[in-house]
């Protein structure tokens, strides 16, 4: 069964800082992985979605990497603002074309 | 920009009644589906349609629970009688059928139901 793990839970940074996300998923079996972004009590803003067939892909100041061997992704964030915080999910698309949900890492930017 | 639209944005209601959540996805997308949070807990999948019937489907997803696109717009989640437990944010989101990969999903704003 398809778990996927995030860590660290939660972040606190300055701004200006460039951070990473980390995701990790038990069964490197899946059609692609999706970040999102998730503000309190709002909805899900997707990111950034890697094919399988991917090793990375950028928006912006994101880049997202995938390694789909080790079952690894990360969520790169380059100079850091207040405005980037969120809650970061991951999830993946496994053989049950089913999204997969991390419980996500909380992160805070100080001004 | 195209986006998947929720309401109502939140509905509190009585145990034991009837609720019914509904979606308009983005309008040329063909796969729909039902996810839902718990506060504090991980996105759940609740239920995939496509092609006007239910494609997959989750333990959650119990008798208890329907969905139907009553039109060429709208895609309804309905919960028959509600329990304390079925109070979540619940997200509707809607993919393009995209040959050869398995395409983004683009997800509503969400619907808090809460049970009392």
């Known amino acids: 069964k398809q778990e996927v793990t995030q860590i660290p839970a939660a972040l606190s940074v300055p701004e200006g800082e460039n951070l990473v996300l980390n995701c990790s998923f038990t069964?490197?079996?899946?059609?692609?992985l999706q970040w999102f972004r998730q503000d309190p009590g709002k909805g899900l803003t997707s990111l950034l979605l890697?094919?399988?067939s991917q090793r990375e892909q950028t928006s912006g100041r994101l880049n997202a990497s995938l390694d789909k061997s080790s079952g690894r992704s990360t969520l790169y964030i380059a100079a850091s603002q207040p405005g980037d915080s969120a809650t970061y999910l991951c999830?993946?698309?496994?053989?049950?074309?089913?999204?997969?949900w991390g419980a996500g890492t909380k992160l805070i930017i100080k001004p | 920009e195209p986006e998947v639209t929720q309401t109502p944005s939140h509905q509190v209601t009585q145990m034991g009644q009837e609720v019914i959540l509904r979606c308009v996805p983005i309008?040329?997308?063909?796969?729909f589906y039902w996810y839902r949070q718990i506060l504090g807990q991980k996105v759940e999948f609740l239920v995939s349609?496509?092609?006007?019937?239910?494609?997959?489907k989750s333990e959650i997803f119990d008798d208890q629970f329907s969905v139907e696109r009553p039109d060429g717009s709208n895609f309804t989640l309905k919960i028959r009688s509600t329990k304390l437990e079925d109070s979540a944010m619940y997200f509707c989101?809607?993919?393009?059928?995209?040959?050869?990969?398995?395409?983004?999903?683009?997800f509503g704003e969400g619907s808090r139901l809460t049970v009392l």
């Open positions: 989101a809607s993919k393009a059928d995209i040959a050869g990969s398995y395409g983004e999903l683009f």
């Open positions: 309008s040329n997308h063909l796969y």
């Open positions: 349609f496509y092609n006007n019937e239910i494609s997959e």
């Open positions: 069964d490197s079996a899946i059609y692609n």
């Open positions: 890697i094919q399988s």
């Open positions: 999830a993946v698309v496994g053989s049950n074309y089913q999204l997969i």
